[in-house]
């Protein structure tokens, strides 16, 4: 019943409004501003500026590759891997004949409810691993308690974001038709009873709501009262996602 509910909330959504991005690099510039006003990374909390994070405002410490540990990466939560894949594109051509040819994979890619601010090491690490629970203890990051078990091809996030991100694939998989394991809708839909909402997620709700068009059903609706213009950036760096 809830995933109906949440189906017909997406089709009557909205239409996503002018500014609302085509494609993951308008996505990204989009992105900067948007996060401008509570610049902290998704998993660890690490503050940043520009593309240079702040890793010691968190406590997190490089497992390998000090560089990329300092810059700021917009991140797939549900990786664009697990979105190509599922589409004929990707068979053909990889990401980037996808990004050119179909337009359901260029909305998905686009989609700003799907990108956070995260510490580009750990985008690289967690690569396009799904999100799950792990019995490994998190000490590969300092301070920063998120697990990456390489061998299960598994990425087990810190408590707080564990709700945020369960929304989050489940958003994905319901407005763009993706199919997920039995394992990981279990474990997103019990995440999602476990972990409440926060004031966080529902601020970036209405933040990314405003420029798509729609809220996240899974989070709330947004209200089109609350939305004003986009901040101009401040000079927003290329990152990879």
Not at 36 to 55: K, M
Not at 174 to 179: D, M, P, V
Not at 193 to 213: A, D, F, H, L
Request: aromatic share 10%.
């Amino acid at each position: 019943m809830l995933r109906l509910l949440v189906l017909f909330c997406l089709l009557v959504a909205l239409p996503a409004f002018a500014d609302a991005p085509k494609t993951f690099s308008a996505a990204k510039k989009i992105a900067w501003r948007l996060y401008a006003e509570r610049p902290s990374t998704f998993y660890c909390h690490c503050t940043y500026s520009g593309n240079r994070v702040d890793l010691g405002s968190c406590g997190y410490s490089p497992r390998k590759q000090l560089r990329r540990a300092q810059r700021l990466e917009w991140e797939h939560v549900l990786p664009a891997w697990v979105i190509g894949h599922q589409r004929q594109c990707w068979q053909d051509g990889g990401r980037k004949n996808c990004a050119r040819n179909d337009a359901r994979f260029k909305a998905a890619e686009a989609d700003l409810h799907n990108l956070v601010p995260s510490i580009g090491e750990l985008n690289g690490d967690r690569s396009n691993y799904a999100l799950g629970m792990l019995s490994d203890k998190p000490t590969q990051y300092g301070a920063c308690p998120m697990v990456v078990n390489f061998k299960a091809k598994t990425a087990m996030p810190p408590a707080h974001a564990r709700g945020a991100a369960a929304r989050i694939y489940l958003y994905m998989a319901e407005r763009y038709q993706l199919k997920l394991s039995k394992l990981d809708r279990r474990t997103y839909e019990a995440w999602n009873r476990q972990y409440p909402i926060s004031e966080w997620e529902r601020w970036r709700n209405q933040q990314v709501g405003c420029v798509m068009g729609h809220g996240n059903p899974y989070v709330g609706a947004i209200d089109p009262g609350r939305c004003s213009p986009l901040r101009r950036a401040g000079n927003p760096q290329r990152t990879s996602g």
